[in-house]
């Protein structure tokens, strides 16, 4: 431990008014969790770090006694910065230690294992996650969009977006001040939904901002007596939110390896993306693995309302349903556009390290394989008849978290890559969430069979 670079930084936070660090980790559910540590015992969490009861954090596993007992989160000072919409309170990101040793079923820990076999090769993920939201008012029957006008087709409506300009202001400026750069905002699909695009970067980098802009998220929305809510599909009527994944891969030197090159040879006819071979096989890789890949970027019973074919009440269903990937086509998981892939799948409750490691291993194996993703679909998938998609070979995503769940658990590449401790525990935890969903009685199962027998 640097004793002298962590003097500096104590005195450089001082000096900008800060008192207190947020020693923040993510749980396997994807949530912000830590706790509050004065400025003077920076040099605490970062060795030994951080303790935390083992077993009152979800999906660790960890006993409740003995050594293996406590959870130790190491503060990455990479990642030290001060919260502009908090004044006094600055936030370091933690990553997990058990025993003195790295833990296997820390999520940012999964995510630096898979980062570090890309460094192997000399390569960087590079990710743009594009977050949707819903802000809400309480209302008499729980919370909506109050604010805004229940327009027929809202979609970059000036009027609904302008409401909200106080917390969009403070929200742009907090992430600017942490160097995110928000480049675009937008009012999306549904009543109440907004969008924020800021900066890519990294794979670890884009995790730990995604959580930052979280956090940042929540407390502004809170103090404007709104609640953000990243759930996947709060209202049945209207169109979810997603969390769309913008991948590019750069070697060393910066230069794009999904990019087709003068020495690459000739895209299969028919293709003509402007993708290596490496692109191709990556991009297979996802397709292959995207039955359990649903379970990591589609993570809660809720997603499932999301990730149906359909139409939505603004006209447009923007959720992916099917595998497959085209030329700047939305209505299949893997959008091509640019050299990039958008990786259409995850909802705004993945958890952004389980989500971008699995991304990675699914990758990587299309690579070793030398897999191929098939012909692009570059028609409307919604418009075709289920023949029309049976010829094309289009295979549905699992339609229900049990299933993906399964899918996940059954998938030993991805499981040896990320480690069986943390699939172990993500698909007991989500299995038991849908055999809980499944046993609930719903108003609309009532509604529809009390009196009907």
């Known amino acids: 431990m640097d004793t002298n670079r962590i003097a500096e930084l104590q005195a450089e936070l001082a000096a900008q008014g800060v008192r207190y660090v947020f020693a923040q980790f993510t749980d396997i559910h994807g949530a912000a969790k830590g706790k509050l540590v004065p400025l003077a015992h920076l040099g605490d ?32 000072l990479t990642t030290l910065q001060p919260m502009p919409w908090l004044p006094g309170y600055a936030r370091v990101v933690l990553d997990g230690h058990v025993a003195g040793e790295q833990f296997d079923a820390c999520p940012r820990q999964v995510l630096r294992k898979q980062v570090a076999r890309l460094a192997a090769r000399g390569w960087t993920l590079n990710a743009g996650l594009e977050p949707e939201f819903f802000l809400l008012q309480k209302s008499a029957g729980g919370y909506d969009a109050e604010a805004d006008d229940a327009l027929e087709k809202p979609s970059y409506d000036t009027r609904s977006l302008l409401r909200q300009r106080t917390f969009l202001d403070k929200l742009t400026t907090s992430l600017n001040e942490c160097g995110l750069g928000v480049y675009q905002i937008d009012h999306e699909d549904a009543t109440g939904q907004f969008e924020v695009n800021y900066h890519y970067a990294d794979a670890l980098r884009a995790a730990d901002n995604f959580m930052l802009f979280k956090m940042a998220a929540h407390h502004i929305a809170e103090e404007e007596g709104m609640l953000f809510s990243m759930m996947p599909k709060p209202f049945a009527e209207r169109p979810g939110s997603g969390l769309h994944f913008h991948l590019s891969l750069a070697d060393a030197n910066g230069k794009q390896i999904f990019a087709h090159g003068a020495a690459d040879s000739a895209e299969p006819q028919g293709r003509d993306l402007g993708f290596s071979p490496l692109g191709y096989q990556f991009l297979a890789g996802l397709l292959r693995h995207a039955p359990a890949l649903t379970a990591l970027c589609a993570p809660t019973v809720n997603s499932y309302k999301r990730l149906m074919c359909g139409q939505s009440l603004s006209g447009t269903s923007w959720a992916p349903a099917f595998i497959g990937y085209g030329d700047n086509n939305r209505t299949v998981v893997a959008r091509t556009v640019h050299q990039r892939i958008e990786w259409r799948l995850p909802d705004s409750a993945a958890n952004p390290y389980l989500a971008l490691a699995g991304v990675i291993a699914a990758g990587l194996d299309g690579i070793d394989r030398q897999l191929d993703p098939g012909d692009p679909v570059n028609h409307d998938v919604y418009e075709m008849s289920d023949a029309q998609r049976a010829g094309l ?36 935890l989500k299995s038991a969430e849908w055999i809980e969903y499944s046993q609930h009685v719903s108003a609309w199962e009532t509604g529809r069979y009390l009196n009907r027998f």
């Not at 899918?407 to 525990?425: H, P, R, Y």
């Open 45 to 76: 969490i970062v060795m030994p770090g951080a303790g935390f009861s083992g077993p009152s954090i979800w999906g660790t596993g960890l006993p409740r006694n003995g050594p293996r007992s406590e959870y130790y989160g190491r503060a990455d």
């Open 393 to 428: 070979g289009l295979q549905l995503l699992p339609q229900n978290l049990g299933a993906a769940a399964a899918a996940l658990k059954a998938d030993s590449v991805l499981t040896e890559a990320l480690g069986t401790n943390i699939v172990n525990e993500f698909t007991a």
